[in-house]
Each structure stands twice: as C-alpha cells, then as structure tokens.
C-alpha cells in the first residue's frame, strides 16, 4: 500500500548547525503535509505544515521543502539547538479542504544534537 | 490556540479491569477527534476516529468492543479499554483536528497493566 517513509532513521548534528530531515511519500494524492516533533514519553508537536500548492514555508528556525514531482518532503532545522533532539515525523494526507483523508505518519527520525 | 489535552498521563492497573482515558479541546471545538496507539520507537497507529454525536470508525485490526470511543461533545471523547490485558499496555495519544490546519495531539496517556 502507500506510505509515507524515511530515508535515515537517525541523524546526529553539532550544536549550532543546520539539519535536515528527509521524507519520502508515495500517495500522489495527498496535498497537505505536516511535521511533528515528538520528545520522550510525550505526544506529537505540531512543528510546520505545507499545502502542495506550495513548495516552500518558513517558520521560526524551521522550514520545509515540498518537491511534488520526486513526491520528497524535507524539514530543515536552522541553528539546531540541544532542545531539539527528539523524533521527528512526517504526516500525509489528502483532501484537506474537503472530506480529509487520514493522517498517514511515517516511521520517524530521531535526531541527536551533541553540545 | 489549538490545545489538546489528555487525562491521565499515567495510569497502571489489574488485568481484567477497565480504564477510561479523556481527551479534550481546550480552546476549540473539535467534531473529529482521533485516537493512536504508539509502541516503543515506532510511529502512531490510528486506532479509530471519533465523530461528535456518531459511532466511531474503528481501523481493521482494533476491537471496537475492547476499545470503547465516546465523543460526548464537541470538545470531548473518551477512549475506554475494556478487560485490558498486559499487551494493551502502550502510550494512547489523541488528535484533533482544527479547520484549515492540524491535527494537534495530546499529550499521551501511559497505560501499564499487570
């Protein structure tokens, strides 16, 4: 079936320099996508969202990348701090503005930020 | 905004015994609320979707008579495991979603049975 995947299941960075985190997607009918940061024993943070008629949103340290044609979903963190480690997950799903569709997550990334 | 609460945090109990679990909208009403299952060091699964003032709509897999979902209102649906057993132990999380954005999670209930 479709899902949505990671390419690396852990990152580790150097305080102070930039990450990315990657996502593949595979359901070419999704046109809302969102990242979640999820800490120990908590539940999922809502971090950034991007609709497909965008290819690009910034937030506060943060922006993601949606490239509609590899169907890729990026999430860059600008200045990574220690308070960012944690897992990160990617969400799809479909017919936002409508009857949505589901929110399929995929596996996660944790990512590690040495001092 | 868009705050979502859940109670409680933690709860350990008996096998055979029942255990209900609330989710709230703090500052939003929230017509379909959602609930997850997360096992150690892997993604969410959807357990069902709570319509306010409808039956839920389980996912395959999930016993709709052991997994109780009720959405009272609109800022409230519980999820009740019923006759849990050891292997019902895991982190239930609660979403819901908000119009034009979202969905926002909970903050997790750790259930533990012994």
């Known amino acids: 079936g479709e899902s949505v995947g990671l390419h690396l299941p852990t990152l580790s960075v150097q305080e102070g320099d930039n990450s990315i985190i990657n996502c593949a997607y595979s359901?070419?009918?999704?046109?809302?996508f969102i990242w979640y940061k999820q800490e120990s024993g908590k539940g999922p943070q809502f971090i950034i969202d991007i609709r497909s008629n965008m290819d690009k949103r910034q937030g506060q340290r943060v922006t993601v990348l949606l490239n509609k044609t590899v169907k890729h979903l990026s999430l860059q963190i600008a200045a990574t701090q220690p308070g960012d480690s944690a897992v990160y997950f990617c969400a799809e799903t479909w017919n936002y503005g409508g009857s949505q569709g589901n929110l399929i997550f995929g596996k996660g990334t944790k990512l590690s930020v040495k001092p | 905004g868009a705050v979502v609460s859940q109670h409680p945090s933690r709860v350990i109990c008996k096998s055979g015994t029942s255990v209900k679990i609330e989710c709230r909208s703090l500052?939003?009403?929230?017509?379909?609320m959602f609930w997850y299952r997360q096992f150690p060091k892997q993604s969410l699964m959807l357990m069902a979707t709570s319509n306010e003032g409808s039956k839920a709509t389980y996912e395959q897999g999930v016993e709709k008579d052991k997994f109780l979902i009720n959405h009272a209102s609109l800022t409230l649906s519980t999820l009740t495991v019923t006759s849990a057993h050891p292997e019902d132990s895991s982190f239930y999380i609660c979403?819901?979603?908000?119009?034009?954005?979202?969905?926002?999670f909970g903050p997790g209930t750790r259930l533990t049975v012994t």
């Open positions: 500052d939003f009403q929230a017509t379909t």
């Open positions: 359901n070419s009918a999704s046109d809302y």
């Open positions: 979403s819901a979603r908000v119009r034009g954005t979202g969905p926002y």
